[in-house]
């Protein structure tokens, strides 16, 4: 079901989680690399541009409706920012939208560039 056609009730009725979890990279790895979940960045724009996951949607304000619109409610959704606290806002934000699924990546993007620095991309040539 698209977030477009749940109603409110049925947001709050059909939730499997009522927060959500903290995973660490070695989680987020997996699952993104076993395709299990989508991983969201919401640092800003120039830290985003600077590197990121590849395969990672870039949520911002902007984004987000885009975001909703692609991305169905049972669709879990890692959610990533610089150190691992700002995307815990993010992601009981979106668990609050009806998402279903919803994890705050421990440690953030700084994590992830230390554990998996081969696995970062760039918007610009280094």
């Known amino acids: 079901m698209r977030a477009s056609e749940r109603t409110q009730p049925e947001q709050q009725k059909e939730n499997t989680m009522d927060q959500f979890e903290c995973i660490n990279v070695e989680e987020a790895h997996q699952k993104m690399h076993q395709g299990t979940a989508v991983l969201v960045d919401i640092r800003d724009p120039q830290s985003f541009a600077m590197g990121h996951t590849p395969g990672a949607f870039h949520l911002t304000n902007d984004t987000l409706g885009a ?57 610009f040539e280094r």
């Open 67 to 123: 975001f909703m619109r692609d991305n169905d409610f049972d669709t879990p959704v890692m959610v990533m920012c610089y150190h691992g606290n700002s995307s815990k806002g993010a992601a009981q934000y979106l668990i609050q939208q009806g998402y279903d699924a919803v994890y705050s990546v421990d440690g953030g993007f700084d994590a992830w560039h230390r554990h998996f620095p081969a696995e970062v991309e760039y918007a």
